[in-house]
């Protein structure tokens, strides 16, 4: 009989031509019994082999368990990240004239999208970005205005985030990356890092100075990795975090609405008779669109050309938007135009928030405009009885309003609204 003890714990035992095999496990609890049969004679040959597989077996040969890394150590525990970042190019269909998809880095979108929902980048740690910035509500805030930290109101209704090649193209951001579109409801901000900083800065927001928000990522056990990965080593400035956070947001997008369906469709890149992949009634209210809306809210297939304008909500005036920034009369009351990619989500509506829904909207064009003084010019209509100009009121009847309403829900991208690129990252 021969007895020999492998690596692996295991007794081997060769015994008349029957090959027995005794094998204790590593935790020393089982043991595993195999034997040839009665006419299985092993052969002296094969012996010798099987020996010499056993010998060249040491403890030493056994592979090593991977070791974890600084991901495994300091991200995974607190983010829902992959190792590789997704790609955040925007790919825009061929009927998009005009706009520009953003190319973004991976990992610096990436990083852009963890600061964009890190809520201990605010003074109490409950809020960040997406707090007021829902994904699922076109990247708006669906309350009337927005709740900053210690529960602190906001005075005005978060703009929606979701159509970003709109605001990303390179008609809208020059060669540094400035941007030539002004930001917020009152076009105060020049830049996303203007936008972001106010929003950082802002008591009723996240009320931290940069300086802050700085020390705060340094502090942090995973943004050492996302910064290597972003940028090439581990260092924090406030370029970098803008610099993320545009990325970030400049790949949002939405461009996969039925509307862009059925332009594809069709194969047209301007929507000027009925698309086949549209209903009658969504048809009739494109038309609508395109004859009362178009001209301040954009092309449905190239760029707006207005991009604030006064459009009757009040007089006098509670918020003077624009006017409370430059001081000057003629300002007052003028708001941001936005796109209207998503505005099926997007509820409630106008700065304030003091429409609940699409319905409320249509009617204050169909009948609501108020007299004003600087009350844009396509809203206004020459009254020949008494010589002066008047608000114009579409005064459109109800099967109008459903049209219109209907052909606004076919701009809702629903892929964006759940693209797990753009969700929340944080375990």
Same mark, same amino acid.
């Given at each position: 009989?021969?007895?020999?003890?492998?690596?692996?714990?295991?007794?081997?035992?060769?015994?008349?031509?029957?090959?027995?095999?005794?094998?204790?496990?590593r935790?020393?609890?089982?043991?595993?019994?195999?034997?040839?049969?009665?006419? +299985?004679?092993?052969?002296?040959?094969?012996?010798?082999?099987? #020996?010499?597989?056993?010998?060249?077996?040491?403890?030493?040969?056994?592979i090593?368990?991977?070791? &974890?890394?600084?991901?495994?150590?300091?991200?995974?525990?607190?983010?829902?990240?992959?190792?590789?970042?997704?790609?955040?190019?925007?790919?825009?269909?061929?009927?998009?004239?005009?706009?520009?998809?953003?190319?973004?880095?991976?990992?610096?979108?990436? #990083?852009?999208?963890?600061?964009?929902?890190? !809520?201990?980048l605010s003074?109490?740690?409950? /809020? $960040?970005?997406?707090?007021?910035?829902?994904?699922?509500?076109?990247?708006?805030d669906?309350?009337?205005?927005?709740t900053?930290?210690?529960?602190?109101?906001?005075?005005?209704?978060? +703009?929606?985030?979701?159509?970003?090649?709109?605001?990303?193209?390179?008609?809208?951001?020059?060669?540094?990356? !400035?941007?030539?579109?002004?930001?917020?409801?009152?076009?105060?901000?020049?830049?996303?890092?203007?936008?972001?900083?106010?929003?950082?800065?802002?008591?009723?927001?996240?009320d931290?100075?940069?300086?802050?928000?700085?020390? !705060?990522?340094?502090? $942090?056990?995973?943004?050492?990795?996302?910064?290597?990965?972003?940028?090439?080593? *581990?260092?924090?400035?406030?370029?970098?975090?803008?610099?993320?956070?545009?990325?970030? +947001?400049?790949?949002? $997008?939405?461009?996969?609405?039925?509307?862009?369906?059925a332009?594809?469709?069709?194969?047209?890149?301007?929507?000027?008779?009925?698309?086949?992949?549209?209903?009658?009634?969504?048809?009739?209210?494109k038309? #609508?669109?395109?004859?009362?809306?178009? $001209?301040?809210?954009?092309?449905? *297939?190239?760029?707006?050309?207005?991009?604030?304008?006064?459009?009757g909500?009040?007089?006098?005036? /509670?918020?003077?938007?624009?006017?409370?920034?430059?001081?000057?009369?003629?300002?007052?009351?003028?708001?941001?135009?936005?796109?209207?990619?998503?505005?099926?989500?997007?509820?409630?509506? +106008?700065?304030?928030?003091?429409?609940?829904?699409?319905?409320?909207?249509?009617?204050?064009?169909?009948?609501?405009?108020?007299?004003?003084?600087? #009350?844009?010019?396509?809203?206004?209509?020459?009254?020949?009885?008494?010589?002066?100009?008047?608000?114009?009121?579409?005064?459109?009847?109800?099967?109008?309003?459903?049209?219109?309403?209907?052909?606004?829900?076919?701009?809702?991208?629903?892929?964006?609204?759940?693209? &797990?690129?753009?969700?929340?990252?944080? !375990?």
């Open positions: 009989m021969l007895v020999y003890r492998h690596c692996l714990g295991a007794i081997s035992i060769i015994r008349n031509g029957s090959f027995f095999v005794f094998e204790q496990g935790n020393a609890k089982y043991f595993t019994f195999i034997k040839t049969s009665p006419s +299985m004679r092993v052969k002296p040959v094969l012996i010798c082999l099987l #020996l010499f597989g056993l010998l060249a077996c040491t403890h030493e040969s056994e090593p368990l991977p070791q &974890p890394d600084d991901f495994d150590l300091q991200v995974s525990p607190f983010l829902s990240l992959d190792r590789t970042a997704p790609d955040y190019t925007v790919q825009l269909p061929a009927h998009l004239l005009g706009f520009s998809g953003a190319q973004a880095k991976p990992a610096v979108a990436q #990083l852009g999208r963890v600061l964009f929902y890190d !809520k201990s003074k109490d740690g409950s /809020i $960040s970005c997406a707090s007021c910035h829902h994904q699922n509500a076109g990247f708006s669906p309350e009337k205005v927005s900053g930290v210690y529960g602190r109101l906001g005075t005005r209704n978060a +703009m929606a985030l979701g159509s970003m090649p709109w605001l990303s193209g390179t008609f809208v951001f020059d060669s540094t990356g !400035k941007s030539l579109l002004p930001l917020f409801w009152d076009h105060r901000a020049g830049s996303v890092a203007e936008q972001s900083t106010a929003a950082f800065t802002n008591p009723l927001e996240m931290l100075q940069i300086s802050e928000v700085l020390e !705060k990522i340094n502090q $942090s056990l995973f943004y050492p990795w996302l910064f290597q990965q972003a940028f090439g080593d *581990t260092l924090v400035t406030e370029a970098r975090v803008f610099t993320a956070l545009s990325q970030f +947001m400049g790949s949002m $997008s939405s461009q996969h609405t039925r509307f862009d369906q332009m594809l469709q069709a194969g047209a890149t301007d929507p000027v008779a009925d698309l086949p992949g549209l209903t009658p009634q969504e048809n009739e209210g038309t #609508l669109y395109r004859l009362h809306c178009e $001209s301040c809210h954009g092309g449905l *297939t190239s760029p707006q050309k207005v991009y604030e304008a006064n459009n909500l009040e007089n006098p005036y /509670i918020d003077k938007g624009k006017g409370a920034i430059t001081n000057k009369f003629y300002d007052n009351g003028v708001f941001r135009v936005p796109m209207l990619r998503n505005i099926g989500k997007t509820a409630p509506y +106008m700065h304030d928030g003091r429409f609940a829904d699409l319905d409320a909207v249509i009617e204050h064009y169909s009948s609501g405009v108020v007299k004003v003084f600087g #009350l844009h010019g396509d809203l206004l209509t020459y009254n020949e009885n008494t010589g002066n100009y008047d608000p114009r009121h579409l005064n459109l009847d109800p099967t109008q309003k459903a049209a219109l309403k209907a052909f606004l829900l076919t701009l809702t991208d629903e892929a964006a609204l759940s693209d &797990p690129r753009f969700s929340d990252p944080f !375990k």
